[in-house]
């Protein structure tokens, strides 16, 4: 089954309802109305932990002024990522609470700053992990602004300004609008959501170290891993092989447009798939992996592409890299440059995340089912 005959699939998911009782509902949130005129001041409410682990609750903040450069956005919809997850629970680090998470952001600009000529009240745009950078370093000036030293998380972050990033899982944002991306037409708001984080961190490595007729592995059939599937299929590969510990995804997996499914869970599952590809992405993130055995199923040159940070330290063997020269490499999102191409590319070939839309104020049940991996793939939040 191809990619574009994934819409169906992609409707019924979508359609699924909750399989577990939601939590004591919490206040809706009102969205503000649309204005010309930058407003200095407004205050912004949204779901925030307030300390480690804890449930989301509603929480109003006062937003920076509107910069010159900025833009606001009344949220329509917000993905709901296992980043997320890491942040709330402090796995990769301390985090600075009040926290309001969430990077896979949709709506309508509100407002604009007077410097703002590219973007008008009434726009759709989105939001990815990153809400700005210098743009004038070496790194920025060679469309490496994903890198940038003074790079700024859309959430857990302090703007130049000194003032907090605080994320999607709110009524509106406010970020510089270098990072404010149109959607195109054709991609609904609930679809793109998941695009600007998820997709977004798979395009960017298939993109960057892509060649002709090449063999990708996937692991990890998640969030990330079910797009990967189809933009690798997208992009041409000959196989698209989907690396999974059990047979619990080898349908979705088939219906999504990998070409094989391998199951591995022995040695002897290894050493029968060895050296059959050129380029895996990675979405795991689990320090436990037996990294050694995963790098053998690349063939002499192969790349091994790491989008998700293990909590811990990994161990791995170095002579699995220099006796068939392959190549561990790393990846962070995508810049700028690669977001407008890879929302244009989804448009355009009908890559579609796999969705269960919830309202946001049953976020936390979002989040208690996303920890049990009860989710098929992307929880989306709608106000």
């Known amino acids: 089954m191809t990619v574009s005959q994934t819409k169906e699939t992609v409707t019924t998911v979508a359609a699924k309802t909750a399989k577990t009782a939601p939590p004591a509902a919490v206040p809706t949130m009102a969205v503000q109305p649309a204005t010309t005129t930058p407003?200095?001041?407004?205050?912004?409410?949204?779901?925030?932990?307030?300390?480690?682990?804890?449930?989301?609750?509603?929480?109003?903040?006062?937003?920076?002024?509107?910069?010159?450069?900025?833009?606001?956005?009344e949220i329509s919809h917000c993905g709901v990522c296992h980043s997320d997850l890491h942040t709330l629970d402090e796995g990769w680090g301390p985090t600075t609470f009040p926290v309001i998470v969430g990077h896979e952001i949709v709506g309508r600009i509100s407002a604009v700053g007077p410097h703002v000529k590219h973007l008008s009240v009434g726009d759709r745009v989105g939001v990815g992990a990153q809400c700005g950078a210098?743009?004038?370093?070496?790194?920025?000036?060679?469309?490496?602004?994903?890198?940038?030293?003074?790079?700024?998380?859309?959430?857990?972050?302090?703007?130049?300004?000194?003032?907090?990033?605080?994320?999607?899982?709110?009524?509106?944002?406010?970020?510089?609008?270098?990072?404010a991306f149109k959607i195109p037409e054709s991609l609904p708001s609930d679809m793109a959501a998941p695009l600007l984080c998820a997709g977004i961190t798979v395009f960017a490595p298939l993109k960057k170290h892509w060649i002709p007729n090449a063999r990708v592995g996937v692991v990890g059939i998640g969030g990330l891993g079910h797009l990967a599937i189809q933009f690798a299929r997208a992009l041409g590969a000959s196989e698209v092989v989907a690396l999974s510990k059990s047979d619990r995804k080898r349908k979705d997996a088939t219906t999504l447009g990998a070409t094989r499914f391998v199951t591995l869970k022995s040695a002897e599952d290894f050493k029968a798939n060895a050296d059959s590809l050129d380029l895996i992405v990675c979405t795991a993130s689990s320090h436990e992996m037996d990294w050694d055995s995963y790098f053998t199923l690349l063939d002499a040159g192969g790349k091994f592409v790491v989008v998700g940070i293990p909590e811990a330290p990994i161990s791995l063997s170095l002579d699995k890299l220099i006796f068939a020269e392959r190549s561990l490499v790393g990846s962070l999102i995508g810049a700028r440059g690669d977001i407008v191409e890879m929302l244009e590319f989804a448009a355009k070939h009908n890559v579609r995340p796999w969705i269960e839309k919830m309202p946001m104020t049953d976020v936390n049940t979002a989040i208690a089912r996303l920890r049990k991996g009860d989710v098929s793939y992307r929880f989306v939040l709608e106000n």
Do not use: M
């Open 134 to 179: 210098c743009l004038n370093c070496q790194r920025c000036v060679r469309g490496r602004d994903n890198v940038c030293p003074k790079g700024v998380f859309t959430y857990n972050a302090t703007h130049p300004e000194g003032h907090a990033a605080y994320g999607g899982y709110a009524d509106a944002v406010r970020v510089p609008s270098a990072y």
């Open 39 to 73: 407003p200095q001041t407004r205050k912004i409410t949204g779901y925030a932990a307030k300390s480690r682990s804890a449930t989301l609750v509603p929480w109003t903040y006062d937003a920076a002024p509107l910069g010159s450069d900025d833009v606001e956005i």
